[in-house]
């Protein structure tokens, strides 16, 4: 489902901050080296990203799938000069590429990289984080989301992708559709949990704000 249509996409995103020539070589690279490109996060969502990260200013980033680092390095532009992201990916043959992009950033040093079971990983990380994106396996977004709760403080924002499900989450109900089942009982979970107040934006395909209250 398109949300809007491809000419007014065009529009906004030739009337918002340029893509960054660095994540214009990762999105060619990723293109032609990594199956499932469409995973990207993409100019224009990117740019948001990096936004919300420059207001919020924060001294400790989360990221739960890297895919090939492009969200990463949107979160990265944000971070104090002392802040540090913690991003995580299950797919190990990933990780030379994500490394060389953030090297070439200049927010290498900041970035750590940690490969494997972000439900795993996330409870012995020794941080509380300011800001937190979410967006790897939608079976696992309630998982995700109650892990890295237990990592925030008052204050913080959790970001969780693909809410929209390309649209799925208005359709008709396939009984065999476990994934936009589980994304339907997510965004509802989010929108009556009093730990935090939600706004879902229909951006791209749908990134819900939560605020730890």
């Known amino acids: ?34 199956i499932q490109p469409r995973m990207l996060t993409g100019h224009f969502q990117g740019r948001i990203l990096s936004m919300l990260s420059k207001i919020i200013q924060p001294t400790k980033i989360l990221e739960i799938g890297t895919y090939t680092g492009y969200s990463a390095l949107c979160l990265a532009e944000g971070l104090k000069t002392e802040g540090e992201l913690h991003t995580i990916e299950v797919n190990e043959e990933l990780h030379e590429l994500q490394r060389t992009y953030f090297d070439k950033s200049g927010y290498g040093q900041q970035i750590t990289q940690h490969t494997g079971d972000a439900l795993t990983i996330i409870p012995n990380l020794d941080h509380v984080f300011d800001l937190v994106f979410i967006d790897a396996g939608k079976k696992e977004y309630p998982d995700f989301f109650e892990a890295a709760l237990q990592k925030t403080k008052r204050g913080s924002i959790i970001l969780s992708d693909n809410v929209l499900w390309t649209g799925k989450v208005v359709e008709p109900l396939d009984p065999k559709d476990k994934v936009t089942q589980i994304l339907l009982d997510y965004n509802k979970k989010l929108k009556e949990d009093s730990r935090v107040e939600t706004v879902l934006l229909p951006i791209r395909d749908g990134l819900t704000l939560s605020r730890v209250i």
Request: charged share 30%; net charge negative.
């Open 1 to 34: 489902m398109h949300f809007l249509s491809p000419i007014l996409e065009e529009y906004i995103k030739n009337s918002s901050e340029e893509e960054p020539l660095l994540l214009q070589e990762l999105t060619r690279e990723t293109h032609l080296k990594v």
